[in-house]
Each structure stands twice: as C-alpha cells, then as structure tokens.
C-alpha cells in the first residue's frame, strides 16, 4: 500500500518538480539575460551600458532570493545615484518576489518528498523491479500532466500574447503588471519576446532532463553489473 501511494505521489510530483527545476536554472542563470540584451537591442534602446545591464540584472536575481522587500536598483549618472524603476515597477516586482519564492518553496519541497519516494522504493522488498518502477513513474507522470502541458505550449504557440496576459490576470490580484512599454524601464528592459524565450528555454530544459532520466533508467539494465 505504501508503494503504491509513494508511485501515485512521486507521479504527480515529477513533472512540476522538473518544471520548477528547470524555471529556477534559467531565471537565475546569466546567460539568458546577456541573450536578451544582444537580442532585443536593449542597451541602444534604454541607453543604459551592458555593464549596468548586468548589474542590474544581477541586483534583481540577489532580490529574489533575499529577503528585502523592495527592489533597489540604481545607476551612477553625473555623479547621483538615479534609481531605473518606478515605484509601480518596484511594487509589481514584490508580487513577482512572492510568486517565484511560492515555485521554489515548491521545488524545494517536491525534492525531499522525491528523495524519501526513492528511499523508500530503494531500500523497501518489492516483489517489481526497481528499474521498472522508476520508469513507470516517469510514463505516469507524461500521461498526467501531458494533456495540460500540449494544451499550454499549443496556446503559447498560436498566440503568446494572449497567453501571457491570460496568466497574468490569473497569477496577479492587481493591475501593477500593466506598465507602459514606452516608459517604464522593466518592461523595456524585459519584452514580451524574452519572456516567450524564456518560456520555451524552460520547456526545453525540463524536457531534457525529462527524457535523459528516461533514457538513463532504461539503458541500465544493459549495464554489465544490473541486477534487479
């Protein structure tokens, strides 16, 4: 029974462990955003240097993960310390704050229910192989979150616009997320385009991983020393 609870469990968990995973490689990883300042022209767009890009980029993956309430990021210019966000930029960015320290509370905690789903399939006597509950857990897990996931990349796909702005009115219980594009710097400095190919990065790393876990547990039984 407690097997069987533990692979119903780790079935609902891998997919948005992996999903969380991969959005926490990729929101905190520098590339993306040196990717985005060459993609979108940012620095001719916003005046700003790539060195005061980064920086600022920087300050805000620091702000994630601290725990300050507001976001302060500023630049040097004629000797004064000029602060790039407005305060509607500012508070909207507490909300983001929240809403990435909820995915990885998340994460955090679908790993240690993982780890003790493996522990317990590891060290328990099942009558099953290992290896095939390993793998029935991955399947189970496509099949359950498969058809949500098709029907969200599809959207994405034909129209990401709508998609974005549908999850912003679901995720947020304000209207801080609506900025002018013309004047506010977050916006300016993050487009609807990086946030699309942040989106797709994030898919493909979780697929990724996905399939090279799959891949792994069903090659190891060809291994010279596997042993159920």
Known sequence: MIIKISKLTASFLWIPFLLSTSFEIITFSDWIYKYNWDRNNISEITNLTIQELDQSAEKIKVYFKDNEEYLNVSILRDNQSLSIFKQKEIDHMTDVKHLIKLVMGFQRISALILILILAIILFGKLKESTINIFRDILLKSS??????????????????????????????????????????????????????????????????????????????????????
């Open 143 to 228: 099949i359950i979150w498969g058809a949500l996931l098709l029907i969200v990349l599809i959207s994405i796909g034909v129209n990401f616009n709508k998609t974005f702005l549908l999850f912003h009115q679901l995720v947020f219980t304000n209207d801080l997320w609506i900025l002018d594009p013309m004047n506010d710097y977050l916006i300016i400095m993050f487009p609807e385009r990086f946030f699309m190919e942040i989106t797709l990065f994030i898919v493909l790393g979780f697929l990724s991983i996905h399939f090279l876990c799959y891949a792994f547990i069903s090659s190891i039984k060809f291994f010279p020393n596997y042993s159920k």
